[in-house]
C-alpha cells in the first residue's frame, strides 16, 4: 500500500501526559497537512508543511501543540500536557505540488486520539 | 474566513433512489472544490474534484457533481444509489493561493436495501 500512513491508529492517554503521533505521507509528495476532526465535525487544518518548512499554522494549534517534518518525509505531531478537550481524530494528508496550481490532497486513516 | 455548508446532516434514501447532497461556500474567487466519502471503518477517500473548465465534473462509483460559480455551490448526485454508498460525504473548498482545505460537517447518507 503506497497510501498515507498514520501510527498509532488509537492513543488512549491520561490528561497531562504528552503524546507523540507519526505520519508517513504518500512517497515525492512535498507537501503535508494535519487535521483535526472531533464528532459530527469536519475535518479542521492545523498546520502543513512544503518538504521541511512548517509554513502555516491554525490558531487551533495552541502552544501545547508541535509538528515537525525534519527531513521533508516523515512528520511527528507532539501534544504536550494533554487536556480532555483534545481528543480527536487526528489525520494527516499528503500531496503533491508541480508546476501546476492543481493541488489533490491524500489523506490517512487517522489517529484517534481519547484523553482521560 | 471561508465557510462551507453542507445542510443536509443526516440522508436515508432506498436502493435506487437519485441523490443529491447539497453544499456552498461562502468566500468567492478561484476556488477548487472536492468531494471526500468517509465509509464506515475506512479514511478519507476522494470522490471528485473540479478545478476549471467543464463545471460538471464525474467522479468514482458514478457521483457527478456540478459547480454553479453564481449560487457557490457544488452539489453532489448520483441517478441510483446502491446500499454500498452507505457512508459520510464531505464537501471541501480550496482558495487558491490557500493551502488549507474547509471542509463542511459532513452528510451521513444511509442507503437501506
Known amino acids: 500500500d503506497t497510501g498515507v500512513s498514520q501510527d498509532p491508529r488509537h492513543k488512549i492517554t491520561k490528561r497531562g501526559q504528552n503524546v507523540t503521533f507519526r505520519c508517513d505521507p504518500i512517497?515525492?509528495?512535498?507537501?503535508l497537512y494535519w487535521y483535526r476532526q472531533t464528532l459530527g465535525q469536519g475535518p479542521e487544518f492545523l498546520t502543513y508543511?512544503?518538504?521541511?518548512?512548517?509554513?502555516?499554522k491554525s490558531r487551533l494549534l495552541s502552544d501545547r501543540f508541535s509538528a515537525e517534518r525534519p527531513k521533508g518525509s516523515f512528520s511527528t505531531l507532539e501534544i504536550q500536557r494533554t487536556e480532555q478537550g483534545d481528543s480527536a481524530m487526528y489525520l494527516c494528508?499528503?500531496?503533491?505540488?508541480?508546476?501546476?496550481?492543481?493541488?489533490?490532497?491524500?489523506f490517512g486513516p487517522g489517529t484517534r486520539l481519547l484523553v482521560l | 474566513a471561508q465557510s462551507v455548508s453542507q445542510h443536509n446532516h443526516h440522508v436515508i434514501l432506498s436502493e435506487a433512489a437519485s441523490l443529491e447532497l447539497g453544499c456552498n461556500y461562502s468566500?468567492?474567487?478561484?476556488?477548487?472544490l472536492f468531494w471526500y466519502v468517509q465509509y464506515p471503518g475506512q479514511h478519507l477517500q476522494l470522490l471528485l474534484k473540479?478545478?476549471?473548465?467543464?463545471?460538471l465534473v464525474k467522479g468514482i462509483k458514478g457521483f457527478e457533481a456540478e459547480f454553479i460559480k453564481s449560487k457557490f455551490s457544488f452539489n453532489l448526485r448520483k441517478p441510483s444509489v446502491q446500499w454500498s454508498d452507505t457512508a459520510e460525504y464531505f464537501c471541501?473548498?480550496?482558495?487558491?493561493?490557500?493551502?488549507?482545505?474547509?471542509f463542511g460537517t459532513g452528510t451521513r447518507l444511509l442507503v437501506s436495501p
Open positions: 473540479y478545478f476549471s473548465g467543464d463545471p
Open positions: 508543511f512544503q518538504n521541511e518548512a512548517q509554513l502555516e
Open positions: 494528508a499528503s500531496s503533491f505540488t508541480g508546476t501546476l496550481t492543481q493541488e489533490t490532497q491524500y
Open positions: 512517497s515525492e509528495h512535498n507537501r
Open positions: 468566500y468567492g474567487g478561484t476556488v477548487n
Open positions: 471541501a473548498v480550496l482558495n487558491t493561493g490557500f493551502q488549507k482545505l474547509v
